[in-house]
């Protein structure tokens, strides 16, 4: 599965990748995973990819014309190597669809994911309405701009790519509270952390009810 990143700051997803769940993707060669620089798709010596709010106002706004070149320019490629992708097209902004569990499976089926990452005070609409196939937010915050919202998503998508974790079970199970050795916990004395005893038991029956009651299924 593919993940392009569209971003100004492509240190900031290539180092993410350097370890834990999505390093070994990679390395398994289960997910491929490209950060672009918008920065070279924009015209002039000074590569300018923002300018000034039309209407006016505070901050400064991410323009239309390099992203759409970027995404061209993927879309172009796509054809050359004759690949027929089932493909994606997410702005990450706190106005989107939230995403969750559901939405991971849902992107999980799909050969590529194009992510646009905001900056500054914000991208040109027109990116949005004409570029972008779905507006996504992680959550009602606002960020310094959309990296480490694409980053949640493409981690929380790989865990569905079949071979990236261990269990296939994993991504889709029943979450609360978990316990391990010692059974008994003494910060200081006087003093006891006990884990649960149904989880000691050993009644299979007892402990799934109990993880019911405290736990919930994604």
């Not at 491929?32 to 106002?57: H, L, M």
Request: glycine share 8%; hydrophobic share 40%; net charge positive.
């Amino acid at each position: 599965m593919k993940f392009d990143v569209l971003t100004l700051f492509p240190e900031l997803i290539n180092d993410f990748f350097k370890s834990g769940i999505p390093s070994k993707a990679l390395k398994k060669k289960l997910a491929e995973v490209r950060a672009i620089n918008i920065r070279d798709y924009s015209e002039g010596k000074s590569k300018v990819v923002d300018d000034t709010p039309f209407g006016g106002g505070p901050g400064m706004v991410m323009k239309i014309d390099p992203i759409y070149r970027a995404v061209l320019s993927l879309q172009i490629e796509t054809k050359q190597l004759n690949e027929k992708l089932k493909s994606k097209i997410i702005v990450t902004s706190v106005r989107g669809k939230k995403f969750n569990h559901k939405k991971a499976k849902e992107y999980a089926k799909f050969d590529q994911l194009i992510f646009i990452c905001g900056r500054y005070d914000g991208i040109d609409e027109r990116v949005t309405t004409y570029i972008a196939d779905e507006e996504i937010s992680v959550g009602d915050f606002v960020l310094q701009g959309g990296e480490l919202s694409a980053l949640m998503i493409i981690e929380a998508v790989m865990r569905f790519i079949p071979g990236v974790i261990g269990n296939p079970d994993s991504p889709d199970k029943l979450l609360g509270p978990q316990y391990t050795k010692p059974a008994v916990f003494s910060p200081k004395k006087g003093v006891e952390w006990k884990a649960p005893e149904v989880l000691l038991s050993g009644n299979h029956k007892k402990i799934l009810e109990w993880r019911k009651k405290h736990g919930f299924i994604l």
